[in-house]
C-alpha cells in the first residue's frame, strides 16, 4: 500500500514569493492534516480536513496561507507571499476517520527555504 | 512554553547503553503516542497509550503513561545506533483526534 505522497520534497524561492505544496493521502482515508514542523521542534497542527470539509483551521495564519482539498482527496496547501519565517517543513498526514486512537500516517515533507 | 514538555533535547550515548526520555504535561490527555522520525521523513508511530499507568513494551523499547495521564516515558534498553533519530511524544486531549506534539529529544547513538 502506498503511503502519504507529498511533493515537491524540497523548495527554496525569495520571500514575498508564492508557494504550493500537494499532498496525496493514503487511499480510503477520510482525514487530512497538514503541519509545519520548525527546526528542532515537534510538528505543529495548521489545519485538518474531514473529507473535503475544514474542520479546524484556527492555527493557519489566514493572511497569507490558504488550503484546499476538492474531492476529499487531495490537498495543496499554499503560501503567498511567502516570509523568512516561513522556512520549515510542511508534513502532511492522513488516518481513517478523525476519531481518538486512529493512527495517523505522515508523508516525507516538503522541506521550504525562503531567502 | 509547549504543552508537552520533553527532555532531555539532546542525548547522544554509545551502543549498548541503557537511557529514558520524558514527556510532561500538567494537561491530562485522553491518549498519548509516541513517534520516531528520521532525517528527510515523517514521523512514524511507535505506540499509543490510553490508561493511566498502563506500560506497553515493543522490543528493547518500553513506554509507561503516567497515573494521572499527565506524563510519559520512554526506555530504550541496550541502545543500537538504529535507534537514533528524534523521538516525539504527542497528546490528545480530548476524544477527537488533535494531537499536541512535544518539542522532541534528538537521540543519538554512537557505535
Known amino acids: 500500500e502506498a503511503g502519504v505522497v507529498q511533493s515537491p520534497r524540497y523548495k527554496i524561492i525569495e520571500k514575498k514569493q508564492p508557494v504550493a505544496f500537494w499532498c496525496n493521502p493514503i487511499?480510503?482515508?477520510?482525514?487530512l492534516y497538514w503541519y509545519r514542523q520548525n527546526l528542532g521542534q515537534g510538528p505543529e497542527l495548521l489545519i485538518r480536513?474531514?473529507?473535503?470539509?475544514?474542520?479546524?483551521d484556527s492555527q493557519l495564519p489566514k493572511d497569507r496561507f490558504s488550503a484546499e482539498r476538492l474531492k476529499g482527496v487531495d490537498s495543496t496547501l499554499k503560501i503567498q507571499p511567502a516570509e523568512l519565517g516561513d522556512s520549515a517543513v510542511y508534513l502532511c498526514?492522513?488516518?481513517?476517520?478523525?476519531?481518538?486512537?486512529?493512527?495517523?500516517?505522515f508523508g516525507p515533507g516538503t522541506r521550504l527555504l525562503v531567502l | 512554553t509547549q504543552l508537552l514538555e520533553q527532555s532531555p533535547q539532546f542525548l547522544s550515548i554509545q551502543e549498548g547503553e541503557n537511557l529514558t526520555v520524558y514527556c510532561n504535561s500538567s494537561?491530562?490527555?485522553?491518549?498519548l503516542q509516541w513517534y520516531r522520525q528520521e532525517p528527510g521523513e515523517g514521523p512514524v508511530l511507535l505506540v499509543t497509550v490510553v490508561t493511566g499507568g498502563e506500560v506497553k513494551k515493543l522490543k528493547r523499547l518500553t513506554f509507561q503513561f503516567g497515573d494521572a495521564r499527565k506524563d510519559s516515558s520512554l526506555h530504550i534498553t541496550a541502545a543500537q545506533p538504529g535507534d537514533t533519530g528524534l523521538y516525539l511524544c504527542?497528546?490528545?486531549?480530548?476524544?477527537?483526534?488533535?494531537?499536541?506534539f512535544g518539542g522532541g529529544t534528538r537521540l543519538m547513538v554512537k557505535p
Open positions: 504527542a497528546g490528545a486531549l480530548s476524544a477527537g483526534n488533535m494531537l499536541t
Open positions: 480536513y474531514e473529507n473535503e470539509e475544514a474542520v479546524d
Open positions: 498526514a492522513s488516518s481513517t476517520s478523525g476519531s481518538r486512537q486512529e493512527t495517523q500516517y
Open positions: 494537561s491530562v490527555f485522553s491518549s
Open positions: 487511499s480510503g482515508h477520510n482525514t
